[in-house]
């Protein structure tokens, strides 16, 4: 299972920009007719990987699928690819209702659901499984908000082929006040 961090990945050839616009197509309606603008920003080169496809654009589809959900009236999603040396990168940032630091710390738990005005329902599993998945492909997932009414950013960063797993901290949480800015910004990874 994937919550367990038992999961076998049936890699092949595989380019995240694609599931990306894909993902973004199936969420478009939704979006519009909330009146929620999506921006993509494509990547100077392919995103190609050696991934599991159908579990990575689950991940991408519940990222994307929250910022719709968490994103008022009027508001702006960017989705933006790039790459750097070792990893692929998709950044999902929007114009949402953010996240306040005390529920950061807890955000990729199973079963774990934000307080939030919205009654939208849910298992509170989306955003753990997004981190089984992403985690079992050997990447990384950070989430920053600057705090409630703030927007959040989502970024999922992924080796490239050849490359090995990104490495990190397991449950580190940090809290850092922005150089020349009165807000802060809240990482979880």
Request: hydrophobic share 40%; proline share 4%.
């Amino acid at each position: 299972s994937i919550l367990t961090g038992k999961l076998r990945l049936s890699r092949q050839p595989t380019d995240l920009w694609s599931i990306v616009v894909h993902t973004e197509a199936r969420l478009h309606p939704v979006a519009e007719e909330r009146q929620i603008t999506i921006h993509l920003e494509p990547p100077a080169g392919a995103l190609d990987l050696e991934a599991d496809g159908k579990l990575l654009e689950q991940a991408v589809f519940e990222v994307i699928d929250n910022a719709v959900k968490f994103t008022p009236a009027g508001g702006h999603i960017t989705l933006r690819g790039h790459q750097e040396d070792t990893a692929d990168i998709l950044q999902v940032q929007d114009t949402g209702s953010g996240i306040a630091l005390e529920q950061l710390a807890t955000l990729l738990k199973p079963f774990t659901q934000l307080q939030r005005k919205e009654e939208l329902g849910g298992l509170g599993i989306g955003l753990a499984l997004v981190r089984g998945i992403i985690e079992a492909h050997g990447g990384r997932v950070t989430i920053t908000s600057a705090g409630l009414g703030q927007g959040t950013t989502v970024l999922i960063r992924l080796p490239r082929p050849g490359e090995h797993a990104i490495v990190y901290e397991h449950g580190t949480t940090e809290a850092s006040q922005g150089a020349g800015s009165s807000s802060n910004d809240h990482t979880v990874d």
